[in-house]
Nanobody
């Protein structure tokens, strides 16, 4: 019921910044909690950040806390990931995801909670 398209990835030097966008095609964007996941070559897809339907609650993986900021603009049906102080270990394909699952105590943190995924956008951080 929702299509997701990521954009904003690219090449950046260590210490630099990128802003990823996720455009959602749906009539009911606020029905969804949203998340960003990333997958490095040869590794499993891992949680990066999540945001609830209103934007009032967020949670982050320890690896990105203090550097990444997740946000959403419900009027634009768009979610963002501002990535600052990028490190080579941030290199991955970044995926936007949507879920109708309840936020719960800690947030929606696992890939299995998400039913809808974008195609991914490559982020490469050089050293």
């Amino acid at each position: 019921q929702v299509q997701l398209v990521e954009s904003g990835g690219g090449l950046v030097q260590a210490g630099g910044s990128l802003r990823l966008s996720c455009a959602a095609s749906t009539r009911t964007f606020t029905n969804y909690n949203m998340g960003w996941f990333r997958q490095a070559p040869g590794k499993e897809r891992e949680f990066a950040a999540a945001i609830n339907w209103s934007g009032g609650r967020t949670t982050y993986a320890d690896s990105v806390k203090g550097r990444f900021t997740i946000s959403r603009d419900n009027a634009k049906n768009t979610m963002y990931l501002q990535m600052n102080s990028l490190k080579p270990e941030d290199t991955a394909v970044y995926y936007c995801a949507a879920t109708t699952a309840n936020w719960g105590i800690r947030g929606t943190l696992t890939p299995r909670e998400y039913g809808y995924w974008g195609q991914g956008t490559q982020v490469t951080v050089s050293s």
